[in-house]
């Protein structure tokens, strides 16, 4: 037990400032008045002094159990904040969304559909076209049919006409381009009987080129290995005779894309060629619009999106298609070559979308 006094002019005063430092369990050992000496000993108020007694210990566990209080309602006050927040960036993002199309907005943005892209869609539908009397089937339909155009056709390989065509595969580094594109050949020659002929410019990989090398050993198909412009026309002149080129170049940092970059001068010299820009699918959106801004140089591109059977939503695809307003071409959904790639099913992916798969 310890001990100590309070004085105050009363001895309600006394007992508050005694409350305010220990608390109720204070014990009181005694009450007493002092007189104050003033001038000449006069008109001077008298005092009251308390003297209690208290348990240490208890005492310091109070405090601890008053700190640990105070942390809790100032955690409590800052993820309420963070609520509101949070509810006033909803709120404004679909404020003037059709209340007939909530319900959808929410199971696009659950599914990884950007809320301003989602809120974006939904009111053009909702200024096109008086939902008020449309039943719920009805509507659900016209978002299906409006999604399916923001998603438009797929657009794969495009094989008509006679003269040889150079497929470029670029992207960013870890997104499968390289499988990807021995997926996409091996159909080409197994249901197509196409003759194809591989270039690959990812020398700064020395697994890259080795993995090329099987895969064209595998399809029994020849492949070169450039490093510059002038390797590349070289090995296009060793393959006059294929009917389809493709060519695999050197996965980068979209932070380190330089439009100058010697590949994008050969992609350029090429008049006759298709260019796939390779995305992963389970890249972040954020990242996904960083890529895509940074590719913008190139004007006419298609887009495959890999990894899709280990994405947790598909979003994204609704996403980028919106953001570039290029053409999805492909989906991979494994490693298997050639098994694991298919044009993209926009039913499907719409369905996907909206939670009905």
Do not use: C
């Not at 298709?274 to 940074?294: F, G, P």
């Not at 899709?308 to 570039?324: S, W």
């Not at 298919?342 to 979308?353: A, F, H, R, S, Y």
């Amino acid at each position: 037990m310890k001990i100590k006094k309070y004085i105050g002019y009363t001895t309600r005063e006394a007992m508050e400032k005694m409350k305010m430092d220990l608390g109720l369990d204070a014990i009181i050992l005694s009450t007493r008045t002092i007189k104050q000496k003033g001038l000449l000993g006069f008109f001077k108020r008298s005092l009251v002094e308390i003297t209690a007694a208290y348990d240490d210990k208890k005492q310091v566990s109070l405090n601890k159990k008053e700190e640990g209080l105070n942390k809790i309602n100032n955690e409590l006050k800052a993820l309420k904040n963070m609520i509101n927040d949070i509810s006033s960036n909803i709120k404004g993002s679909n404020l003037q969304i059709d209340p007939n199309l909530m319900e959808y907005w929410t199971r696009l943005v659950e599914n990884g559909v950007d809320d301003a892209i989602a809120t974006s869609i939904l009111k053009k539908l909702s200024q096109q076209i008086n939902l008020n009397f449309k039943d719920s089937l009805s509507i659900r339909n016209i978002v299906k049919k409006i999604l399916i155009e923001y998603l438009g056709k797929p657009a794969p390989l495009d094989l008509k006409g006679q003269e040889q065509k150079v497929v470029f595969f670029i992207g960013p580094t870890g997104v499968g381009k390289t499988t990807t594109l021995a997926k996409i050949a091996a159909q080409m020659i197994m249901k197509k009987n196409w003759d194809i002929g591989l270039i690959t410019s990812d020398t700064y990989r020395i697994a890259a080129v080795e993995q090329l090398k099987v895969y064209s050993e595998i399809l029994n198909i020849p492949l070169e290995v450039i490093y510059n412009e002038e390797d590349m026309f070289r090995a296009l002149v060793q393959l006059k005779e294929k009917h389809l080129i493709f060519v695999d170049t050197t996965g980068r940092s979209h932070k380190d894309l330089d439009e100058k970059d010697e590949i994008f001068n050969i992609i350029n010299s090429i008049k006759n060629k298709e260019i796939y820009l390779v995305l992963s699918s389970t890249t972040d959106y954020a990242t996904l619009k960083s890529i895509v801004e940074k590719y913008k140089f190139i004007h006419n591109y298609k887009i495959i999106f890999t990894k899709i059977d280990e994405a947790e939503k598909l979003g994204n695809i609704l996403n980028v298609r919106y953001l570039t307003n290029k053409p999805i071409a492909y989906l991979t959904t494994g490693q298997d070559v050639p098994d694991d790639i298919e044009v993209m099913n926009t039913d499907k992916i719409v369905e996907l979308l909206l939670g009905e798969i």
